[in-house]
């Protein structure tokens, strides 16, 4: 069972509905494949999706688990647009190989290959996609993105996830004011992590907390780290752990 919903987004205002919304340019959709977040007003994480269009409409693709939330939220903020929010008969399809005449080219990272959407579910997937995300810190939803997250801590400048240009959007002025006038002092970074410790395990160094470990593929990992207290040495669990200063 695939762990992706797509939503079908069809009306004259359905544009500009979403430009006024996510983090992203909508109108980037005639080019390809776009990341984007919806965000609260305190500028907090609520979802991560892709846009896309296809037959004559515009997609969202979801993770499964915020489907009915999004569902609900979006239409809390249609008021009068003239839009139209159904399922998608459709489903994803990845792979790393030669992208397919209908496949589009992952926005994140050109290391995670291509993503198409068609009638009928994949069924030859293989891929360690855990491992590719924790080879380039892609953050994933509900393990490296919460509630909690803002999005420049978890890396979506880099993800190519917001634009800075686009104009308002929920949640734009505390973003612009994270990019523009402060210096993150937390975020996403890679650990080397070696011994046991579990995804969510917290992570310390010298008795003090420093953040949280989440996604891991062997000895590499992703965390959430408060960077002046991750220069050395730390622990999580009975693991040792540190950071990895030249990142990819």
């Not at 037959?55 to 139209?84: C, E, F, I, P, W």
């Not at 509630?147 to 002025?173: N, S, W």
């Not at 006038?181 to 579990?198: P, S």
């Not at 730390?234 to 752990?241: C, H, L, W």
């Amino acid at each position: 069972m695939s762990d992706r919903h797509i939503f079908r987004l069809t009306g004259p205002d359905t544009r500009s509905f979403l430009q006024g919304l996510v983090t992203n340019d909508v109108n980037g959709v005639d080019e390809g494949l776009v990341y984007a977040a919806l965000l609260t007003p305190q500028g907090k994480y609520l979802a991560d999706f892709f846009l896309f269009a296809q037959d004559g409409a515009v997609h969202l693709d979801a993770h499964a688990s915020q489907a009915d939330a999004l569902r609900q939220r979006l239409t809390m903020y249609k008021l009068r647009a003239d839009v139209a929010i159904e399922d998608a008969d459709l489903h994803l399809h990845r792979g790393l190989d030669s992208t397919p005449s209908d496949g589009m080219n992952d926005p994140r990272h050109g290391a995670l290959g291509w993503r198409a959407y068609r009638a009928t579910p994949q069924t030859d997937d293989t891929t360690d996609w855990t491992a590719l995300r924790v080879a380039h810190r892609v953050p994933e939803t509900g393990i490296e993105l919460h509630p909690d997250t803002y999005i420049l801590e978890a890396g979506f400048e880099a993800l190519h996830g917001v634009d800075f240009r686009k104009g308002c959007y929920v949640g734009q002025e505390v973003t612009a004011r994270m990019k523009h006038k402060t210096r993150l002092r937390k975020g996403l970074a890679t650990v080397e992590v070696h011994g046991d410790a579990a995804t969510g395990s917290d992570i310390t160094a010298d008795g003090k907390p420093v953040g949280t470990l989440h996604s891991r593929a062997g000895n590499r990992a992703i965390a959430y780290l408060r960077y002046d207290r991750a220069d050395g040495p730390m622990q999580a669990d009975s693991a040792d752990v540190r950071r990895v200063t030249a990142e990819t």
